[in-house]
């Protein structure tokens, strides 16, 4: 009963060849007991960005670990979203929720790196951050982090954005 914990990188082409980089954040294996013993299902969280402000997650379930993936792949390239990044970093501190997930994302100095769980890591890296401080309270499941980190990233706001929605200027 080995789980697959590692987070895996690997570059993969889609269908309208962008060049979109995946990683396959956790493989599970579910098991459903029938009269002639288990049977095994799996499932793949899978994260899919170009590292240039775009990043998507999918979950691809199947009888077969390979398809599971590509099927994750797929969903996530279809969910993929723009997220408002300055000079590689967030342009405010933000948190992301998601079931009893939270993760707390701060903006950072260049040069910091992407400090970050493995899960929260997966998003933020292939959103093409390189500066940022996080922290993850409540569940530590990488379901509801990557969820909760992706989230966080779909709600950034740029300052045009904040002033606009606002209707004032903002000082700074």
Do not use: W
């Not at 007991?33 to 997650?57: E, H, K, L, Q």
């Not at 997930?101 to 790196?113: H, N």
């Amino acid at each position: 009963m080995a789980k697959l914990t590692r987070v895996e990188t690997q570059a993969a082409a889609t269908e309208e060849g962008s060049g979109l980089d995946e990683v396959v954040v956790r493989i599970y294996r579910c098991a459903t007991v029938v009269r002639g013993g288990r049977r095994f299902s799996f499932a793949a969280m899978v994260v899919v960005g170009d590292r240039r402000g775009r990043v998507g997650i999918g979950y691809g379930k199947s009888v077969e670990v390979p398809s599971a993936v590509e099927k994750g792949r797929q969903l996530a390239s279809r969910n993929m979203v723009t997220v408002n990044l300055v000079n590689g970093t967030l342009p405010h501190r933000i948190v992301g929720r998601y079931g009893a997930s939270k993760v707390v994302m701060v903006p950072a100095s260049p040069g910091t790196g992407v400090i970050a769980g493995a899960s929260a890591r997966a998003v933020l890296e292939l959103a093409g951050v390189t500066d940022v401080l996080t922290k993850s309270y409540g569940s530590n499941s990488p379901k509801n982090l990557v969820r909760a980190t992706f989230e966080g990233l779909r709600h950034l706001l740029r300052r045009d954005q904040l002033e606009e929605l606002r209707g004032v200027k903002v000082a700074g």
